[in-house]
């Protein structure tokens, strides 16, 4: 009887259907059973524990005690577990911090791989006539100035700088005190050594553009600013140019590597990026403007 029951069930398909499943659900348990135990494990071993103590020196310039090595351990514990779990999360999907740490380790990690290698004396130099501008020093100017408010002497501003500058000329003595002359301004009653630049910043683009055509040595103006006007006198001018490749060497060198970093990185994403098929899709308001600047 039971044999006819047993051949009878063998020959349903319902029959072979839940066996196929039972066999296939014990198949994933298994399995699934051991991934889920190699995730949930977390071994903390003597390699790890020295480089937690080696930050720990290097921090705090002493060895941790056996309570601080404990502490260590188990912070590092809690960030491993507390990072698995995010990732289980997808908290690092779409998070720009971590792209572009991560973007940034990929960098440091070709710049490991690139064997480091010191420039020969033509590579060097041509680097240095290939990149003279970024070398160039540029002229300075000492300038002492005397400023005339607008608000203050109104119509009568340019008679004022005029006749003020003709004095100015013609007595060393009154011109020795010319932080006493003038209106009261925050502004510096001399400036150093300043780079075109730096004069620029203190009083504006357009006295800047000036400066090549004062003379050395004498008052002269009235130059206008945005602030008002102004009496100059340069007291110095030093021509700035290409200094020698030898005065320089190691800032060329640090340049020289930057760049080889560089390129080695370019290089580096370049051959990553064929192995991707990239489509790029613009909104419909962007397509027409930005496609006409790419």
Request: charged share 30%; with cysteine; glycine share 6%.
């Amino acid at each position: 009887m039971i044999r006819k029951i047993l051949i009878k069930l063998l020959q349903e398909p319902l029959f072979h259907f839940l066996i196929l499943g039972a066999g296939l659900f014990l198949v994933y348990s298994a399995v699934n059973s051991t991934v889920n135990t190699q995730a949930d494990r977390i071994v903390v071993d003597e390699t790890q524990v020295l480089r937690l103590v080696e930050q720990f020196r290097r921090t705090w310039m002493r060895s941790p005690t056996r309570q601080e090595v404990q502490a260590l351990v188990e912070d590092y514990v809690m960030e491993e577990i507390l990072y698995r779990e995010a990732q289980a999360l997808g908290l690092d999907q779409d998070d720009l911090v971590i792209r572009r740490r991560l973007r940034q380790k990929m960098e440091f990690l070709n710049a490991d791989l690139t064997e480091p290698q010191a420039p020969t004396e033509a590579q060097l130099l041509a680097y240095f006539d290939a990149n003279q501008d970024r070398f160039r020093r540029p002229d300075r100017f000492s300038i002492q100035q005397i400023y005339l408010n607008p608000n203050k002497h109104k119509a009568n501003l340019k008679r004022t700088a005029g006749e003020l500058l003709k004095r100015l000329n013609a007595d060393p003595k009154f011109a020795a005190d010319s932080q006493a002359i003038g209106d009261v301004t925050l502004l510096p009653a001399q400036l150093d050594g300043a780079t075109r630049r730096e004069v620029a910043n203190t009083f504006g683009p357009g006295f800047a553009k000036d400066l090549e055509n004062m003379p050395m040595g004498r008052w002269s103006g009235p130059y206008e600013s945005s602030y008002g006007l102004h009496l100059i006198c340069i007291t110095e001018r030093r021509s700035g140019g290409l200094p020698a490749m030898g005065e320089i060497r190691s800032v060329l060198e640090r340049e020289w590597r930057t760049g080889r970093n560089k390129a080695a990185n370019e290089r580096f994403y370049q051959a990553l990026r064929e192995r991707y098929d990239v489509e790029i899709r613009l909104p419909a308001d962007l397509a027409s403007k930005t496609l006409a600047v790419w």
